[in-house]
């Protein structure tokens, strides 16, 4: 088991030094899957510490899922390469509005097995929302006042495109990315930029807005029926569409993920020339899975695959602001066909999702969903 020590020059304090050391030995394997972590009082005599400055470390960790107390047991490492993501190294201030959420007396008592999650629990936290917003209006002031670029802020659009690398392994550039108020408005725009005249191909059963909005659009669209894999490739291959929408994570309201095997179909099918994929990934951040899900995107991301996603999942369904990502070697031609449209996200609401991404609290709140969803999943006894 790794050292740890504290140094009293730093102006941090000592239980964040400590919980940035440890989180770091942890991601790095240094600390695998299942093993056990100090007793609060050998870390605490290690590192010159009281029990409770280890125990606050322990609870910031425990929160965001990087480790889990077994009772009467200790602490032992539940973090696995790809099931949490990444997040920025702990400040005092994040910190500090961490210890608001949750009560850390108690955080050292929660099971192995944990309740059912409840919409309530899933929901972004309020006063977290709040601090930020209060601190983007103090940092920007009156420039949150001028019109934003047509696709959006640059410096939204560059904080995404960080995260997508980081989480989906997505490597696109910022002018790949359009900013729009919701899914909807983003559909409309997909169809200015592939054009009327186009069938769209959907997913049977899927969310009915879909398909509402794609016509209201002017487009036509067809069903392709589904089975536990995905979207049936023999009524892929017979059908005269050539855009396919498709969910391929936890697709509403069958709840079906595409097999890899299945992607890769998709991805076959769109190889043929003319043909495109709207891959809609809007509950991908909550997955339970051990191992991220390869996007469509990421398998093909030079031609044939738009990828898009919303913040109304993750943060609140208030937030009307989704992103689309353009395929690199059509994005210029694409954009060129909706240049006139003006972007209809405030300035102030995106700053306000850049710094919640850049300061770590985005993925910090998505790594509590799904750490509370896999507890809740456990069985009785296990």
Same mark, same amino acid.
């Given at each position: 088991?790794?050292? +740890? ?50 125990? *606050? ?18 602490? #032992? ?39 059912? %999650? ?7 936290? #309020? ?45 696109? %550039? ?10 909807? +408005? ?13 069938? #769209? ?5 899927? +969310? ?36 396919? *929408? ?19 179909? +998709? ?79 405030? %300035? ?20 509590? %969903? ?13």
């Amino acid at each position: 088991m790794p050292q +740890y020590s504290i140094n009293p020059q730093f102006k941090q304090p000592a239980y964040l030094q400590l919980y940035n050391q440890l989180c770091e030995d942890i991601t790095r394997g240094l600390c695998p899957y299942g093993s056990r972590l100090p007793s609060k009082r050998f870390l605490a005599a290690e590192t010159g510490t009281s029990v409770i400055t280890v125990q *606050h470390a322990y609870d910031l960790l425990a929160d965001e899922g990087y480790i889990e107390s077994r009772e009467r047991s200790g602490y #032992f490492v539940s973090y696995k390469e790809n099931e949490l993501f990444p997040v920025a190294a702990m400040t005092e201030e994040s910190a500090a509005e961490l210890s608001e959420l949750t009560d850390v007396h108690e955080i050292s008592d929660i099971p192995i097995r944990g309740p059912v %999650v409840t919409p309530e629990q899933e929901q972004f936290p #309020f006063n977290t929302l709040a601090k930020v917003a209060r601190k983007v209006l103090s940092d920007y002031g009156e420039s949150l006042m001028v019109r934003s670029p047509n696709s959006g802020t640059v410096f939204l659009r560059e904080t995404i495109a960080q995260y997508l690398a980081r989480s989906r392994r997505m490597n696109v %550039v910022p002018n790949q990315i359009i900013i729009g108020s919701g899914s909807e +408005y983003l559909y409309n725009l997909i169809v200015q930029m592939l054009g009327r005249e186009r069938i #769209f191909a959907l997913e049977d059963p899927s +969310y009915e807005k879909i398909k509402l909005v794609y016509e209201a659009s002017g487009v036509r669209c067809r069903m392709l029926p589904m089975d536990r894999e995905g979207v049936r490739l023999s009524a892929l291959k017979k059908t005269d569409a050539t855009v396919l *929408h498709v969910t391929p994570f936890n697709s509403y309201p069958s709840g079906i993920t595409a097999t890899a095997s299945r992607r890769a179909g +998709y991805i076959r099918w769109a190889s043929a020339e003319d043909r495109f994929i709207i891959e809609d990934d809007f509950d991908s951040e909550f997955s339970m899975s051990t191992k991220a899900e390869d996007t469509l995107f990421s398998l093909e991301p030079e031609k044939s695959v738009i990828y898009m996603n919303t913040f109304t999942r993750t943060i609140s369904p208030a937030v009307r602001v989704g992103y689309m990502v353009l395929p690199a070697k059509l994005s210029a031609a694409l954009q060129e066909k909706i240049s006139f449209y003006s972007c209809t996200v405030p %300035v102030f609401t995106q700053h306000l999702l850049a710094e919640l991404i850049r300061n770590g609290d985005f993925e910090r709140h998505i790594n509590r %969903v799904r750490r509370r969803r896999r507890q809740g999943a456990e069985p009785v006894g296990k």
